[in-house]
């Protein structure tokens, strides 16, 4: 059974840290480009960064130079560390496992930024 499990959401304050945390099981975690997107209320989903099987990462322009995605392929955990987190940044955060057609998603964390 493939699952994708994010963990590390909560509410912070603007300016703060969080790390989000996705274990995949059930999937050959080393062969899949990994991904993170977010959704906030009354917007579509969208992606905020990813990083290759090779571990080549990818972050979209609004958080670039603030987040850092990284792999561990030993533990079949993907991260995403987010400092300076802005109101902007509340969403639904969701972990994604993409391989050829194999395409997985998490059920999601929530993250809250306060001003």
């Known amino acids: 059974q493939e699952q994708l499990a994010e963990s590390g959401g909560g509410l912070v304050q603007a300016g703060g840290s969080l790390r989000l945390s996705c274990a995949a099981s059930?999937?050959?975690?080393?062969?899949?480009?990994m991904g993170w997107y977010r959704q906030a209320p009354g917007k579509q989903r969208e992606l905020v960064a990813s990083?290759?099987?090779?571990?080549?990462?990818n972050l979209a322009d609004s958080v670039k130079g603030r987040f850092t995605i990284s792999r561990d392929n030993a533990k079949n955990t993907v991260y995403l560390q987010m400092n300076s987190l802005k109101p902007e940044d509340t969403a639904v955060y969701y972990c994604?496992?993409?391989?050829?057609?194999?395409?997985?998603w998490g059920q999601g964390t929530q993250v809250t930024v306060s001003s």
């Open positions: 990083i290759t099987s090779g571990g080549i990462p």
């Open positions: 059930g999937i050959i975690f080393r062969f899949n480009a």
């Open positions: 994604n496992a993409l391989w050829r057609t194999d395409d997985y």
